[in-house]
T-cell receptor, first 113, second 116 residues
Framework: DTAVSQTPKYLVTQMGNDKSIKCEQNLGHDTMYWYKQDSKKFLKIMFSYNNKELIINETVPNRFSPKSPDKAHLNLHINSLELGDSAVYFC????????????FGPGTRLTVL | AQTVTQSQPEMSVQEAETVTLSCTYDTSESDYYLFWYKQPPSRQMILVIRQEAYKQQNATENRFSVNFQKAAKSFSLKISDSQLGDAAMYFCAYKHGSSNTGKLIFGQGTTLQVKP
């Protein structure tokens, strides 16, 4: 059973389009995250949600809007895609924001043409 | 602000040999966690090992062990009996222990090549 899953795994789209990435975890965790890995492989947190409430927004453009319909799901919607949004996006989860270990999904490679 | 630095962009090791990856960090906190994550070409982020700052004993997971030097703020990963499957990018990461945000701060990564 996959603990943290993301769909789609690959996403190729044109500049200006709107797209969504979905994330689901079946670990019973209450905290979920989005990380961005850029072309130089640098990983940085974007958002953190605890019990469906936003607790981190790391100066991410407001074209990015996370939505958490329940504790097991955290989706990422991106409006007006730009070339610089091309990256790998990882979802992760943990038990509590203070939980010591985060488990990552397989990542979604987004390519904006 | 906390920072994590991996000064070795690339390392290589002969199969069955031992290699050590370096990581230093900067923090004024006393309660924190340190991690090593492995990212193979499949791009999945896999937790290799975790160290709690309050524990003096170095963490060990099979062939993987750490050398945690709290005063020096150093956290190196030793891989013994290297295998071809160890080839990957390795990330060192820091997390504040009682964080209410859960934010992980990553180093730049070290690419490990394993030669047969």
């Amino acid at each position: 059973d996959t603990a943290v899953s993301q769909t789609p795994k690959y996403l190729v789209t044109q500049m200006g389009n709107d797209k969504s990435i979905k994330c689901e975890q079946n670990l019973g965790h209450d905290t979920m995250y989005w990380y961005k890995q850029d072309s130089k492989k640098f990983l940085k947190i974007m958002f953190s949600y605890n019990n469906k409430e936003l607790i981190i927004n790391e100066t991410v453009p407001n074209r990015f809007s996370p939505k958490s319909p329940d504790k097991a799901h955290l989706n990422l919607h991106i409006n007006s895609l730009e070339l610089g949004d091309s990256a790998v996006y990882f979802c992760a989860s943990s038990q509590g924001a203070g939980g010591p270990t985060q488990y990552f999904g397989p990542g979604t490679r987004l390519t904006v043409l | 602000a906390q920072t994590v630095t991996q000064s070795q962009p690339e390392m290589s090791v002969q199969e069955a040999e031992t290699v050590t990856l370096s990581c230093t960090y900067d923090t004024s906190e006393s309660d924190y966690y340190l991690f090593w994550y492995k990212q193979p070409p499949s791009r999945q982020m896999i937790l290799v090992i975790r160290q709690e700052a309050y524990k003096q004993q170095n963490a060990t997971e099979n062939r993987f062990s750490v050398n945690f030097q709290k005063a020096a703020k150093s956290f190196s990963l030793k891989i013994s009996d290297s295998q071809l499957g160890d080839a990957a990018m390795y990330f060192c990461a820091y997390k504040h222990g009682s964080s209410n945000t859960g934010k992980l701060i990553f180093g730049q990564g070290t690419t490990l090549q394993v030669k047969p």
